[in-house]
């Protein structure tokens, strides 16, 4: 559990980078590969991380589990609603829109998780 | 460590490993249970599943009552949810045969950067247009895309896993968040999560991958965040809940319109909250008001659904009421769609679904009624969040009268669809109730037995013998309660049981024959041997076959949707009297260069089979492939392929 502190300080955007990064591994494991292995742990990290982050965003107060469980439940969902919308924008949803999508998620969620810190940290 | 509590930690751990061993076991007897041709699950089902079943629940219950920590018990809830909505994925070949497979079909296109709907249509109007971007079935596929692409898996698996796992994961969680955001404690929110994810409904609506259940897991959730926003006036707590409802809404129409009506609602209670000191009587009036402009909203959203959808015919009407006795008619309003059930004689059905709803609602009830007869007490106040969920639940009830007594051509039959929204706002009580009943029971049987082991203590000793006497002394009172012991082995014997039955009602009894695995090497056997473009003439059974496995209405790879007149034309003409002529006019549906035609024997039956094979062969139709299950001839595959 120490681990979710650290990945929720994001100490020099360290856990942004690798987040990122599973991203673009993500997005070669679809060009290239196409390994299921590489894929679930990839996602794994990708759930891990952004879960994280929107848990500390949206529910401080709950306890870790829980937080860490709602903080996926959000993820799921925006993963989903701008999954959505770029589908019914652009009428596809292929592999380097679907990449877009995790970067736009992964993106949000940390600009979040960093908003929500600073905000902490006024009060 | 104390020796009492290593001990404890050591029986705590036993449990959690004995558990972990036994729902394993039960996976393992689920994954036995496979079969390549089957109808329901418990034509294969292992005969020592559901005793397993009844034992892990027995054994979860009792991780729930004990001292083990909260999120444990959480995870093993979850596992268990999870067990019991993955039947129909695990031993069906290709998960529950029908809807879920045309949506996969609508997926597969996006997946395959095929098609999308929205690109064919640039003519149609623009509510129709926002009515088809805003149906489920889009939402669902950006989920299974998006799941499928990061897992390097098919869409086929992160389709038929999609809502099952995520209504087995979730559905706990928000059910214990629920009953904990009304004042409960941790162990009684836990009771909750188990009772609401092991409800016949519940289980059913989320073992399968359609966009109802993906909106009834949003709306589930969306109720949490809303008794949150009521206490709460902050910006964070109603973004989540403006978020959810969107989430609901894109989910499927039925959950967002009936969150929406629920946030008016929630926020005529707060305003109430506000009033009710100043001006009593308006407020309630205004509340009043409320309740019903929020009632009225899901009929009138049916009803002029045709301003979006124009092939939407629903309307208001009293045909019902003048066409059925009048004593029905009564009956009806009076049980809903649970006299349906009693009608049909289905009794031990209509106290499966029921039972749990009206104990829950006599436990909203009672409480209610010991807040409001709190006479001179703090207590006397009415948690705006109790309240809230009575009048919800009030306001789907009378939304389900509504939509079956008034109104004709609503676009949902099952007699279900609105008990789930109902259940949702109910069954928290339930648990409060079995917690309170528990906690009763406990303390009276206690109390017997103090009393006994008094009264013997002090009669043994002058009139009874002897060994009466060192019965009575003994000091089982103070080292074990005897009270606890029995009322808790009473209560996990009947939540198990309970739990056992309620999985065993949940799913079907009786059932077409599921898509088989036959059905599917065909189809994926044409695929990976025709380059050409081709289009295939089958059954509606085939095509749901079909649609998972290269999509509906694929250009490259034709399958006619289930319910396309022109295909199912085509096939019974080929049934009646099978020609290359008919499979030419096939051809140009698609512009193909090939054209298969397949019968299956379980479907068509064996005479009718070996006749349409017979007629086949006498107009000189070439055989592609046929296909067996059991060293017995299945499937047959014809083609005609154009000349080049």
Redesign the interface.
């Known amino acids: 559990m120490i681990m979710q502190e650290r990945i929720a300080r994001d100490e020099k955007l360290l856990f942004t980078t690798v987040s990122l990064a599973v991203t673009l591994l993500?997005f070669l494991?679809?060009n290239f590969s196409?390994?299921?292995?590489?894929?679930?742990t990839?996602?794994i990290l990708?759930f891990l991380i952004n879960g994280t982050f929107l848990g500390h965003a949206?529910f401080e107060k709950e306890?870790?589990?829980?937080r860490f469980?709602?903080g996926n439940?959000?993820l799921?969902?925006f993963?989903?609603?701008i999954?959505?919308a770029?589908?019914?924008i652009f009428?596809?949803?292929?592999?380097v829109r679907?990449a877009l999508?995790?970067f736009i998620v992964t993106t949000s969620s940390s600009l979040l998780n960093k908003r929500m810190k600073r905000k902490n940290a006024t009060k | 460590m104390p020796p009492n509590k290593l001990g404890i930690v050591k029986s705590l751990r036993f449990a959690r490993l004995l558990y972990l061993f036994v729902i394993c076991l039960a996976f393992y007897l689920l994954f036995t249970s496979r079969s390549g041709e089957v109808r329901t699950i418990w034509e294969v089902m292992h005969p020592f599943f559901i005793p397993m079943f009844f034992a892990s629940t027995f054994l979860l219950s009792l991780i729930i009552l004990s001292s083990e920590r909260?999120?444990y018990k959480?995870?093993f809830l979850i596992l268990h949810s999870v067990l019991s909505h993955t039947f129909m994925i695990i031993i069906f070949p290709a998960g529950n045969v029908g809807v879920q497979q045309m949506m996969l079909g609508k997926s597969r296109r996006?997946?395959d950067?095929v098609l999308?709907p929205?690109?064919g249509m640039p003519a149609i109007s623009l509510p129709l247009r926002i009515y088809y971007?805003f149906r489920g079935d889009?939402?669902q596929?950006?989920?299974s895309?998006?799941?499928a692409?990061?897992?390097?898996?098919d869409v086929y698996w992160s389709h038929l896993l999609l809502v099952p796992l995520?209504w087995g994961?979730?559905v706990p969680?928000a059910a214990?968040?629920m009953t904990r955001a009304l004042g409960r404690s941790d162990n009684t929110s836990i009771l909750s999560s188990l009772m609401i994810s092991l409800f016949p409904a519940n289980i059913i609506w989320g073992a399968v991958s359609i966009s109802n259940g993906l909106g009834y897991l949003?709306f589930f959730?969306f109720i949490y965040f809303l008794l949150k926003y009521i206490h709460s006036s902050k910006v964070?707590d109603f973004f989540?809940v403006a978020?959810?409802l969107?989430?609901s809404f894109?989910s499927h129409y039925l959950a967002g319109t009936v969150a929406f009506s629920l946030l008016i609602l929630a926020n005529s209670i707060k305003t109430y909250q506000k009033d009710k000191r100043r001006s009593p009587a308006s407020a309630r009036f205004m509340l009043l008001l409320a309740f019903i402009f929020c009632a009225s909203i899901l009929p009138f959203a049916l009803a002029y659904r045709r301003f979006f959808y124009p092939w939407a015919n629903t309307s208001f009407s009293l045909q019902k009421l003048f066409e059925a006795p009048f004593a029905d008619v009564l009956w009806s309003l009076l049980l809903g769609s649970y006299f349906d059930l009693i009608a049909r004689e289905a009794y031990f059905t209509a106290i499966i679904y029921g039972v749990t709803s009206l104990v829950s609602l006599i436990g909203m009830v009672c409480i209610l009624g010991l807040r409001i007869g709190a006479k001179n007490s703090p207590k006397r106040s009415i948690n705006p969040a109790l309240l809230f969920l009575f009048l919800g639940s009030l306001m789907v009830i009378a939304d389900d009268r509504i939509v079956r007594s008034f109104m004709i051509n609503v676009p949902f039959i099952e007699i279900d669809r609105l008990w789930l929204f109902r259940d949702f706002t109910l069954l928290p009580f339930l648990a409060i109730f079995i917690a309170a009943a528990m906690q009763e029971m406990r303390t009276t049987l206690d109390r017997i037995c103090r009393n006994i082991t008094t009264s013997l203590r002090r009669t043994a000793t002058h009139k009874l013998s002897k060994k009466l006497s060192f019965f009575a002394r003994i000091r089982l009172p103070k080292k074990v309660s005897l009270g606890f012991m029995l009322t808790n082995f009473f209560f996990l014997a009947i939540i198990s049981g309970w739990a056992t039955v309620s999985v065993y009602y949940a799913y079907p009894h009786w059932s077409p024959l599921q898509t088989t695995s036959y059905e599917l090497e065909a189809v994926k056997y044409i695929k990976a041997t025709t380059n050409e473009t081709y289009i295939v003439v089958c059954d509606s059974w085939m095509t749901y076959a079909g649609a998972m496995i290269v999509g509906i209405h694929n250009p490259q790879a034709y399958y006619f949707s289930s319910r396309d007149p022109h295909g199912v034309a085509l096939f019974i003409e080929m049934r009646n009297n099978p020609t290359n002529e008919t499979m030419k006019e096939a051809m140009k549906t698609n512009n193909a260069t090939t054209a298969y035609f397949i019968i299956e024997k379980p479907r068509l039956g064996t005479d009718e089979y070996d006749n349409v094979i017979q007629k086949a062969q006498q107009n000189k139709i070439l055989t592609y492939k046929t296909f067996y299950y059991e060293g017995i001839e299945k499937l047959h595959i014809f083609y005609y392929q154009k000349e080049s």
């Open positions: 993500i494991n679809l196409l390994t299921p292995a590489i894929g679930t990839a996602s990708y949206f306890d870790r589990f829980l469980m709602l439940l959000l799921i969902i993963l989903g609603v999954a959505w770029t589908m019914i009428y596809n949803l292929d592999i679907s999508v995790l | 909260t999120e959480l995870l996006v997946f950067n999308y929205g690109s971007s889009n939402f596929t950006a989920f895309v998006i799941f692409r990061m897992f390097g898996v995520l994961i979730f969680v214990f968040m949003f959730c964070k989540l978020t959810f969107f989430i894109l």
